[in-house]
């Protein structure tokens, strides 16, 4: 505890997820339960998620399940709802614009805003586990800062560049219910389905009805 505390006062406040990636990595996948993906279409990926009020051991054998699935689909982020459960929790296993690996995982998260001068675009492709092999370039700020409860229910802040900013703000859309190809212009957004339509998922998803 005393160590958590002095290394979120070394890091500006912001939650330390650099260390012991591949350890903590290892220990929630290998706890967890690997489950199929939802793909575009499944209702469950076009609203808002429920907050966490509960961070009982329910929540931590959900953020193990997610560990588990975002290996087995190669993933750098993973949201609840994309293994189907109506819950604003996201995991994360993702390089930063330096190449530094973070680990982590955010409850009830939210965007901040950014100031002005810290809003730089970042013009790179994006795709989604729940929009399988489509990829599609997407301007995104490339410095993003979530706010949000960690698995015990303390508060926490995020902090996120280049790739890594990318993915806080795509698995915070996510948990409002909107995906990457929502924010694409409608030829865009027809493009991706028509590459995912005319790809095949490289892991389990869960067929929609
Ligand atoms: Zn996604």
Redesign the pocket.
């Known amino acids: 505890m005393a160590q958590q505390e002095t290394d979120q006062l070394v890091n500006d406040g912001f939650v330390v997820d650099t260390e012991d990636c591949e350890e903590r990595e290892r220990a929630h996948r290998e706890r967890g339960t690997s489950r199929p993906i939802t793909v575009v279409g499944n209702p469950v990926l076009h609203k808002e998620c429920r907050d966490v009020t509960e961070f009982d051991d329910e929540l931590a054998a959900l953020i193990d399940d997610m560990f588990a699935s975002q290996r087995t689909a190669e ?1 750098v ?3 609840a709802n ?1 293994i189907g459960v109506d819950l604003k929790v996201f995991i994360y296993d993702c390089p930063d614009d330096e190449g530094v690996r973070h680990v982590g995982a955010v409850c009830n998260p939210v965007l901040e805003e950014l100031a002005p001068e810290q809003r730089v675009l970042d013009d790179s492709n994006e795709g ?4 399988p092999t489509a990829y599609a370039s997407l301007a995104r700020p490339d410095y993003a800062v979530v706010r949000g409860q960690d698995a015990e229910g303390k508060p926490i802040r995020v902090r996120g560049t280049g790739y890594f900013a990318r993915c806080l703000q ?2 915070t859309d ?1 948990l409002y219910g909107r ?2 190809i929502d924010r694409l212009s409608k030829r865009e957004r027809k493009d991706a389905l028509r590459q995912m339509a005319e790809g095949a998922p490289r892991y389990p998803v869960v067929p929609n009805d």
């Open positions: 993933g982020g993973l949201a994309q989604c586990l729940s929009v795509h698995e996510h995906l990457y």
